[in-house]
């Protein structure tokens, strides 16, 4: 049970209509209350953030706060807490390049390596002109058997070469 | 017998290091051990809030478990066998240890924590005596919490007491665990400054050097300090606690544990207000003014100075054309050598309630408690009215929202502006000033109603009679009547209001009608110190108001600021001002001061003296002197001593203290007391009117000489701005919007305030808050006042 004065009171207005559709439609999967409203920050901030051209700005993040009617430092922990949940401006494309045990044995290090020169920026960042998102370091994304793997725009790809990263690359806009 | 046997089953049996306990089923050992004085280390479970089993510290061996448990996260059970000190138990503490010490600074000559640190002092127990760690430490940046709490957090151990506090006790929420895994910081994100006024109960709870106290920061280490037992002196409840002193100053301030009064918190005002001792303007020598210039002197002339004063009017137009008026916070013995000077030099016009301004009551500002406050924990309906609760007892506050929080209280409030709490409000009736007797007659009416009994006669009950509750005022009734215990709390603003008379019978008309407890706060630091020892008015004498309406010609003012701790400011001003002699006995001369007093008297004020508080619940509670005052101050009871001494008064023979401490009538502690029924009081104001009233609230920080120049607290997010709160509507009607600028005035002094627009103020009421800057011009708090646009 909470009872805030909340330092974000009428953020809610930056959420768009499809949004908020998106958030009343996980809240009613949880129980009524302040605890269920906890529940469903992640979905809304996944929607915000969808909303945003895929990251959360921090008045987002105070929407968020003040639609569900939660405190606000609630929403800041469940955004960087998750590595899905970017905080900072992205490039267009993302992708994520999983580093955990399997893709490690089978490779994963020179494919970061790889990645990394050839765009020229480190995991974490953005190139330049904004066209693709580097993530952080990621954990087991479940697709062991096709170590080493990572995803690009939500796509798997496995069993990755240099070679085959390239042709992924090179298509993207 | 099925309680018997109910007892029985809930009784569970277990043995640690192979002595028998018992605990309730529920329980976690750690509980049970800490109950038996077991020690078990531990950095994130704390008795007073939520089990977050984040730290592993506290892992003990339990017999028949795979592994080492949390003590603090493993419920007993019947038969269990723990122990805390087997060789698995250490092992596996030790190495809890040496991980949570991996990223931890090495840092301890420079914290300011050292000496007094959880984890120094676990870190000696149970720490390696070499590091096996050679890789960097993690660094993490540091935030500004504002003004009281100064942050390490490169030293953060992430045990989240702090931000458990924050969220369970304090109610706000304002830090959390940014980020995971390494890169995890307990953090507000936003750079926020940390609000609650409860705020600094963090830096208790952090067991390193992570949030500790910025204006005490460097100044002193934990060994150089003596602790010397006092209590708060801000709020009526009188938290119980310590001062930590070095050659005779008071470096800083921390709760001691009671749970019957503060538990173990301590509200910011109680912890740093202290600092305020450190103004400029203080007084430090005797002063007299000479020809309208102030001169120090010694104390035999300025004692000469001031006993002439008083002598020569008392001579010329008698006792009664002297008037003494007392800050509540003074103690209770210098209230009882107050009053007897007063009656000695034939005055009966002693009075301490300087805020109140209807004294039509017998008891006006005299606490009633029909339930202890520590009760109010345990309520399931609490009716606030008049009382911005969480501001004006803050640890009182705690008290209702732990009802709201752990017991599903049901807390409603009648108040003239919808001030922010950590509590849901069942139910609001937020009405100006003018209306709220009105209102609470609307409740009585329907508290009478379904408990089917008749109004009581005179005009209270023609005030009651034919009333038409509205649904809020109804709704109010019931949850009070529905509630096994409920309590009706009238407040600081109950008790300053016009018609604080009309506002505690009807609130006694409503506790009676539904059988419920009625708890009337008797507003600033032992005021009810000062009712017992009868500084209150004789038969004959004038109370407060009353004095200064009827102007004296001769005052005598011990520790207050007229400006800021009257009533009425600018009544106070002028009366003072055109009195033929004022004598002040004062700590902190401002200027106001200045300019009405003849003498001024510098006073040891608490804590720097001994002498006693009675709080709310008529507990007479002892202060040492904790700090050195200035050479030349001295303490309230020797100046009066000398005062009545030099008029060759009887009654000031006294030689110490004791002597007048045991002049104090104890039985009148534990005496039942009669509450009055008043039926005929003087007719109430209604709102129908188009004036405009003031809300003038004292804010949080502005309660007393001491809190106003307390710099932290000054800095601190709570401190007031002055500016007048008006509700949008209002603004609409008078043309003006946010961030103008207004002339408002009483009594045909003015002051230009910005604007500050609230929808928590009701529209025919402007907040002008009392005992500010700007303010203190002004007269009466609950009042009519004149708004005209100024230029924006
Ligand atoms: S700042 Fe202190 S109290 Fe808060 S989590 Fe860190 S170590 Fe614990
Ligand atoms: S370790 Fe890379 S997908 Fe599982
Ligand atoms: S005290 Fe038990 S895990 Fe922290």
Same mark, same amino acid.
């Given at each position: 049970m909470q009872a805030t004065d909340s330092p974000v009171a009428g953020k809610a207005e930056?959420?768009?209509?499809?949004?908020?559709?998106?958030?009343?439609?996980?809240?009613?999967?949880?129980?009524?209350?302040?605890?269920?409203?906890?529940?469903?920050?992640?979905?809304?901030?996944?929607?915000?953030?969808?909303?945003?051209g895929g990251w959360i700005s921090q008045d987002l993040m105070d929407a968020v706060a003040d639609y569900l009617k939660v405190p606000p430092v609630w929403v800041y922990e469940v955004a960087t807490f998750y590595s899905m949940l970017e905080t900072e401006p992205t490039g267009r494309h993302s992708i994520s390049i999983c580093t955990n045990i399997s893709c490690?044995?089978?490779?994963?290090?020179?494919?970061?390596?790889?990645?990394?020169?050839?765009?020229?920026?480190?995991?974490?960042?953005?190139?330049?002109?904004?066209?693709?998102?580097?993530?952080q370091e990621e954990e087991c994304l479940a697709a062991c058997t096709g170590a080493p793997m990572m995803i690009v725009d939500g796509h798997y790809h496995e069993n990755l070469t240099p070679e085959k990263v390239d042709e992924i690359l090179d298509k993207l806009e | 017998m099925t309680t018997t046997e109910q007892a029985q089953t809930d009784l569970v049996t277990l043995e640690v290091d192979g002595q028998e306990l018992t605990g309730r089923k529920g329980e976690m050992i750690i509980q049970v051990t800490d109950r038996a004085g077991i020690d078990i280390p531990r950095f994130c479970y704390h008795h007073k809030l939520s089990i977050a089993a984040n730290c592993r510290m506290c892992l003990v061996d339990v017999e028949k478990a795979p592994k080492p448990l949390p003590a603090c996260a493993t419920p007993i059970a019947e038969g269990m066998k723990v122990f805390t000190e087997s060789r698995r138990a250490m092992d596996a503490q030790h190495g809890v240890m040496e991980f949570l010490l991996i990223n931890h600074p090495l840092d301890c000559p420079i914290c300011d924590q050292g000496g007094e640190c959880e984890l120094q002092d676990l870190a000696m127990g149970y720490g390696r005596s070499v590091s096996r760690f050679t890789e960097r430490k993690?660094?993490?940046?540091?935030?500004?919490?504002?003004?009281?709490?100064?942050?390490?957090?490169?030293?953060?151990?992430?045990?989240?007491?702090?931000? =458990? #506090?924050?969220?369970?006790?304090?109610?706000?929420?304002?830090?959390?665990?940014?980020?995971?895994?390494?890169?995890? /910081?307990?953090?507000?994100?936003?750079g926020r400054h940390i609000q609650s006024e409860l705020s600094g109960n963090v830096i208790d709870l952090c067991p390193v050097g992570a949030l500790t106290n910025k204006p005490f920061r460097f100044s002193a280490r934990a060994w150089e300090m003596s602790a010397r037992s006092s209590i708060g002196v801000h709020d009526c409840l009188g938290s119980n606690l310590y001062y930590h002193v070095r050659g005779g100053r008071i470096m800083r301030c921390v709760p001691d544990e009671n749970e019957q009064i503060n538990e173990c918190w301590l509200s910011d005002r109680d912890r740093y207000s202290h600092f305020g001792f450190r103004a400029e303007d203080r007084v430090e020598s005797p002063r007299i003014k000479v020809d309208g210039k102030w001169q120090d002197t010694d104390w035999d002339t300025a004692l000469a100075e001031a006993g002439k004063a008083l002598g020569s009017v008392r001579d010329a137009s008698g006792g009664q054309s002297l008037g003494f008026l007392t800050s509540p916070r003074a103690t209770t013995e210098d209230h009882l050598l107050v009053a007897a000077l007063g009656r000695a030099l034939g005055s009966e016009n002693t009075d301490h309630r300087l805020r109140v301004s209807d004294f039509s009551h017998p008891l006006a500002g005299r606490a009633r408690m029909d339930v202890t406050s520590d009760q *109010?924990?345990?309520?399931?309906?609490?009716?606030?009215?008049?009382?911005?609760?969480?501001?004006?007892?803050?640890?009182?506050?705690?008290?209702? =929202?732990?009802?709201?929080?752990?017991?599903?209280?049901?807390?409603?409030?009648?108040?003239?502006?919808? *001030?922010? #709490?950590?509590?849901?409000?069942?139910?609001?009736?937020?009405?100006?000033?003018?209306?709220?007797?009105?209102?609470l007659a609307r409740v009585a009416a329907a508290a009478?109603?379904?408990?089917?009994?008749?109004?009581?006669?005179?005009?209270?009950?023609?005030?009651?009679?034919?009333?038409?509750?509205?649904?809020?005022?109804?709704?109010?009734?019931?949850?009070?009547?529905d509630a096994e215990n409920a309590v009706i709390v009238l407040g600081d603003v109950a008790l300053n209001h016009p018609q604080g008379a009309w506002l505690r019978s009807l609130a006694q008309v409503i506790a009676d009608a539904l059988d419920v407890a009625l708890c009337v706060l008797p507003g600033p630091a032992n005021s009810q110190g000062a009712w017992l020892a009868g500084n209150v008015p004789g038969e004959k004498g004038l109370d407060a108001r009353?004095?200064?309406?009827?102007? =004296?010609?001769?005052?005598?003012? #011990?520790?207050? /600021?007229?400006e800021f701790d009257c009533a009425d400011p600018a009544l106070a001003m002028k009366s003072l001002g055109n009195a033929e002699k004022v004598?002040?006995?004062?700590?902190?001369?401002? =200027?106001?001061?200045?300019?009405?007093?003849?003498?001024?008297?510098?006073?040891?004020?608490?804590?720097?003296?001994?002498?006693? #508080?009675?709080?709310?619940?008529?507990r007479r509670q002892w202060l040492k002197a904790a700090a050195r005052p200035p050479e030349n101050a001295r303490p309230g009871w020797k100046i009066l001593r000398m005062l009545g001494h030099g008029l060759g008064l009887e009654g000031f023979d006294f030689v110490n203290l004791n002597q007048v401490a045991g002049r104090f009538d104890e039985d009148q502690l534990s005496a039942s007391q009669t509450e009055p029924m008043l039926t005929d009081l003087d007719d109430p104001v209604t709102g129908q009117?188009?004036?405009? *009233?003031?809300?003038g609230d004292v804010p949080l920080y502005a309660g007393d000489n001491l809190v106003r120049r307390s710099a932290p607290l000054q800095e601190s997010a709570h401190a007031e701005q002055s500016r007048i709160g008006m509700h949008p509507s209002d603004a609409e009607r008078l043309g003006v919007t946010d961030a103008d600028r207004l002339r408002v005035s009483q009594g045909g002094e003015a002051v230009e305030l910005s604007v500050e627009l609230d929808a928590g103020i009701p529209p025919g009421a402007v907040r002008v808050p009392m005992a500010t800057c700007h303010s203190r011009v002004l007269g009466q708090a609950f009042a009519p006042i004149e708004v005209e646009g100024g230029q924006s």
């Open positions: 930056l959420l768009t209509d499809e949004t908020r559709q998106y958030i009343d439609h996980w809240v009613g999967k949880f129980p009524e209350g302040l605890e269920g409203r906890r529940s469903a920050i992640i979905q809304a901030l996944f929607s915000a953030q969808q909303d945003n490690m044995l089978c490779g994963s290090q020179k494919i970061v390596d790889h990645v990394e020169s050839k765009l020229g920026i480190k995991t974490g960042q953005s190139t330049e002109d904004g066209r693709v998102f580097l993530k | 993690r660094v993490v940046k540091d935030e500004n919490l504002g003004s009281l709490i100064s942050t390490d957090m490169t030293r953060c151990i992430h045990c989240t007491r702090c931000v =458990r #506090f924050l969220e369970e006790i304090a109610g706000t929420a304002e830090l959390g665990g940014m980020g995971r895994g390494e890169n995890l /910081e307990i953090s507000t994100f936003m *109010w924990s345990k309520a399931d309906a609490i009716f606030l009215v008049g009382s911005n609760i969480r501001h004006d007892q803050p640890l009182l506050g705690h008290r209702v =929202r732990t009802a709201w929080r752990l017991n599903n209280a049901r807390v409603m409030d009648l108040n003239p502006v919808a *001030w922010k #709490f950590h509590f849901d409000l069942a139910e609001r009736l937020i009405v100006p000033p003018q209306n709220m007797v009105e209102t009478l109603e379904i408990a089917g009994k008749s109004a009581p006669d005179g005009k209270l009950g023609a005030l009651i009679e034919n009333r038409e509750p509205e649904p809020a005022a109804s709704n109010a009734a019931r949850n009070l009547r009353a004095m200064l309406e009827e102007p =004296r010609k001769g005052y005598v003012l #011990f520790d207050l /600021e007229p004598v002040a006995i004062a700590s902190f001369a401002g =200027r106001d001061l200045l300019e009405v007093a003849d003498v001024l008297l510098p006073l040891a004020s608490v804590p720097e003296t001994d002498g006693s #508080f009675v709080n709310l619940d008529n009117s188009k004036t405009l *009233w003031r809300i």
